[in-house]
């Protein structure tokens, strides 16, 4: 990473002081955090797995599929050439690459059959490494992946799923499920009206002579060309949970009709569609009127993945800055030698530290289900790395391109696509006072969850007056009034996330990480980067960005 590009003389000029060309990269094996996560936080297995998944990741290949699967973003195809309705998505065929590299290899089944030996901390690692080759891809990898749960909450329909959604294939045909060798599946609960208010939802299920019809519209339906949607229906007992899948059981396209695709700020390799259920044949799923908790089964899921995935793209970001600033030269010398550049990258360096740390820590909690402590900590700890990843994500891109300069804002590289897709995981699943809200619902209804919070900040009491200081701060606060908290609950739960985050990086990581984290986060905290102490130890921090290479 260190060798300059070879010069070269054009018609008016050497091109010269440039980063070397692309290259294969493992990211795995570059990856230090990750891999002492791993270590620690799962069976040696998950390891040996992931391995090759780096390599690909990596790869000058997988990396421009990414590209290419943004530069030719899905298009929609309501009709065919006679008029019929198709009601499909087209999708640049390096869409459908990335989602064999993801799904021909299991990362999205491997939580489930693996479940309670390290499938969980598996699943999470791989959507980290996934989404550093194109995060869009990752988000029907996620909800495939997160449906099982809810299903459960229906067993003759789980059985007639399972074995196509743990199948280690992808098929992105537009067939009835059983004519398929694998599926994927998807969501549809937001409608205009409500937004994050889903009891406002107005989609009505109606008893047919075949079942169960809904008729309504859902503002946001991610990756449309799903073989099934989960999603939210009125009904006489309340908001019910239906399963409604892309063919009816006799082989016909189901009544789903897409209006048209969201033109969005990122995610642009995804497709978002608004829809129509036109007496859409539907199965329940989970009892009636208890929509909302079994949906709720699968959203637990997939907000793991939505405080994994900025993590993720901090990673590549900072990946990309730490090329270029040992290769440029600016004023002398290069640019990873100048102190308020080391400054800076060091910083972004402790942020995804703290992320990776923080989100193998919950996949660990997710994997151990007969333990109380691991699953109070399950219960909270995902909204509080959902919320607080998100918010670090769009200024740890944007400063990222800070440090390329210019070429950091065009298209030829990464970041302006990081950029636009840093708000998305925020967004998606709950934003910032959604989540916020339901972090003081928990630490209010669930007991189990404040004592396994507070058991996991205890274990690092001690190591760190600031860090000690900031404990005592929020034993104080979680001690106010319940209606006291709610104007105070984006900085508890940011503040919750940031202990969390220090507490494990002082359990596991070196001093030089630790202590200068809690120092730049707990307490003369900027809410810029690069705003380090004077003496912090720069030299050991930047020595775990890329070590060895």
């Keep these: 990473m260190h060798d300059h590009a070879p010069r070269q003389r054009l018609a008016t000029h050497e091109v010269l002081n440039q980063p070397p060309a692309d290259s294969d990269l493992d990211l795995f094996t570059l990856d230090l955090p990750l891999q002492e996560a791993l270590a620690r936080e799962a069976p040696e297995w998950v390891a040996r797995r992931l391995a090759p998944l780096g390599e690909q990741v990596g790869s000058r290949r997988v990396q421009a599929l990414g590209e290419q699967a943004n530069r030719h973003p899905p298009t929609l195809r309501l009709f065919d050439r006679h008029g019929r309705r198709l009601d499909e998505v087209s999708y640049h065929p390096a869409y459908h690459e990335l989602m064999h590299l993801a799904c021909d290899q299991g990362w999205h089944a491997v939580a489930w059959q693996e479940e309670a030996r390290g499938g969980h901390q598996a699943h999470v690692a791989a959507l980290y490494l996934l989404t550093q080759a194109e995060p869009g891809v990752c988000c029907p990898v996620t909800m495939t992946h997160a449906a099982m749960p809810a299903l459960r909450h229906a067993p003759e329909v789980l059985a007639q799923w399972a074995p196509r959604l743990l199948a280690w294939d992808y098929d992105p045909r537009a067939l009835p499920a059983s004519d398929k060798p694998a599926v994927t599946m998807g969501m549809a609960m937001t409608e205009k009206q409500g937004g994050s208010d889903v009891r406002a939802n107005t989609t009505r299920a109606e008893a047919s002579e075949d079942g169960v019809r809904l008729l309504g519209h859902k503002w946001f339906c991610s990756a449309p060309m799903s073989d099934a949607f989960l999603t939210l229906a009125q009904t006489d007992d309340g908001l019910g949970c239906f399963l409604v899948p892309r063919f009816t059981p006799d082989g016909q396209r189901n009544a789903i009709e897409l209006q048209r695709l969201k033109e969005k700020c990122g995610n642009r390799a995804n497709a978002s569609a608004e829809i129509e259920f036109r007496h859409a044949w539907a199965q329940p799923i989970g009892e009636p009127g208890r929509g909302i908790a079994t949906i709720l089964e699968m959203v637990q899921q997939t907000r793991l993945d939505a405080a994994t995935a900025p993590v993720g793209m901090m990673r590549q970001a900072l990946l990309l800055a730490w090329q270029h600033v040992q290769a440029r030269h600016a004023f002398g010398q290069p640019l990873a030698e100048q102190p308020l550049m080391r400054a800076v990258i060091a910083d972004l360096a402790l942020e995804v530290e703290a992320g990776v740390a923080l989100a193998l820590r919950i996949a660990r909690a997710f994997d151990t289900p007969h333990s109380e402590h691991e699953q109070g900590l399950a219960r909270i700890a995902p909204a ?42 925020s967004i998606w699943e709950g934003s910032g006072n959604v989540i916020c809200l339901d972090v003081l619902r928990v630490l209010g209804r669930h007991p189990e969850a404040v004592d396994a919070l507070r058991n996991e900040l205890d274990a690092a009491r001690g190591q760190n007056a600031l860090f000690d200081r900031a404990l005592g701060e929020l034993e104080r606060t979680l001690g106010m009034p319940s209606e006291a908290l709610v104007p105070r609950a984006r900085w508890l739960t940011q503040r919750l996330a940031q202990c969390l985050q220090a507490a494990l990086l002082l359990r596991h990581t070196p001093a030089a990480v630790a202590a200068t984290f809690c120092r730049a986060r707990l307490g003369e905290a900027s809410p810029a980067y690069g705003v380090l102490p004077a003496d912090a130890p720069l030299a050991e921090i930047l020595a775990r960005v890329t070590p060895g290479a």
Excluded: D, Q, S
């Design 384 to 425: 509080l790395a959902k919320y607080w990843h998100n918010k670090r994500g769009p200024g740890f891109m944007a400063e990222a391109m800070e440090c390329l300069g210019g070429i950091g804002y065009v298209e030829e590289t990464p970041l302006a696509r990081l950029y636009r897709e840093a708000p998305v995981n």
